[in-house]
DNA sequence: CTAAGGACCTGTCGGC
DNA sequence: TGCCGACAGGTCCTTA
């Protein structure tokens, strides 16, 4: 489910409702995600003030004043915010309750995502090796071409290298390159540094822009009846294998790069 | 060190 | 209608 804009999304809309309260109880019906979720957490997080909701990557945090609590979406997962009263659902794993009668819900059918715990976040080894953030001027033209340097990848797995720069997931490395009119399959050494001011400018604008959209979607968390996962929204290649480039009317091509669907336009992008 | 492939898991869709 | 394979927005870990 999320990308980025999803991720971010979500940050959103669960702060207001659980940054300052406090946990009551946390219920775990399944814990087997990608990695067990520890049964610790029932017992650490109970009565504790949620003191802030941040983003690393597509890393959700929830810190409090022992630690912080890491959650990871996969592929399919999805948080909510439900009334303390509502029924779980089949794939409705974990349920923390806060004392202002909301729940905080992680539904995940494939379980590729995670729940962790940790006391020493900065140290943490899904994050100690994270590249920059894709919106922050750290993640700019002379750090992403000196990555590029002697890699013998594509551009396309530069980009979604998270140690090259998170956030950066399948759909918007196809969007980020067509952007910038650049074949995802290109050698990422063999592309000019002005070739690559464009991609990062691509990446940001891609990445903004749905952003954007995901925040005016966003209403209120607790009543929506939307899914806050997924928006509609104006993809120019991504799924659009035979159709038309937007741009110059040429169909679209799909290509496999490393196992995953890539999409472009073969005029429009070299 | 880098790069490629496997692994994890369920749901959905298209074709026969 | 039913079954079967292909595929799906992620990314860590193992292997070469």
New binding site residues.
């Given amino acids: 489910?999320?990308?980025l804009p999803?991720v971010e999304t979500t940050k959103r809309g669960i702060s207001p409702h659980i940054k300052n309260n406090r946990v009551t109880s946390v219920q775990l019906r399944h814990s087997?995600l990608?990695w067990p979720i520890p049964h610790s957490i029932v017992s650490d997080l109970k009565q504790q003030l949620c003191l802030d909701v941040t983003r690393r990557?597509?890393?959700l945090l929830l810190h409090f004043k022992s630690g912080v609590l890491i959650i990871?979406l996969?592929?399919?997962g999805r948080l909510s915010i439900v009334e303390s009263s509502q029924q779980p659902k089949?794939?409705d794993h974990v349920d923390i309750f806060f004392d202002s009668g909301i729940c905080l819900r992680y539904t995940d059918?494939?379980?590729?995502g995670c729940i962790l715990w940790t006391d020493n976040l900065s140290e943490h080894?899904?994050l100690v090796?994270l590249g920059p953030e894709p919106l922050t001027s750290a993640f700019d033209t002379d750090y992403l071409y000196q990555c590029s340097r002697?890699?013998?990848?594509t551009v396309k797995?530069l980009i979604m290298n998270?140690a090259v720069v998170v956030g950066v997931?399948?759909?918007y490395a196809s969007e980020s390159l067509f952007m910038a009119g650049i074949n995802p399959q290109r050698q990422a050494s063999r592309i000019s540094k002005k070739r690559y001011e464009l991609l990062v400018a691509a990446i940001k604008s891609v990445l903004q822009q749905s952003i954007k959209v995901g925040g005016t979607t966003l209403k209120d968390f607790l009543t929506a009846e939307g899914k806050p996962?997924?928006f509609s929204q104006q993809l120019d290649v991504y799924g659009r294998e035979g159709e038309p480039c937007r741009r110059c009317a040429r169909s679209l091509k799909k290509v496999v790069i490393?196992?995953?669907?890539t999409f472009y336009c073969s005029q429009c992008q070299r």
């Fill in positions: 489910m999320p990308e999803e087997q990608r990557a597509k890393y990871h996969g592929m399919s089949k794939h059918p494939r379980r590729f080894r899904l090796n002697e890699k013998k990848v797995q998270s997931g399948n759909i996962g997924y490393m196992q995953r669907s």
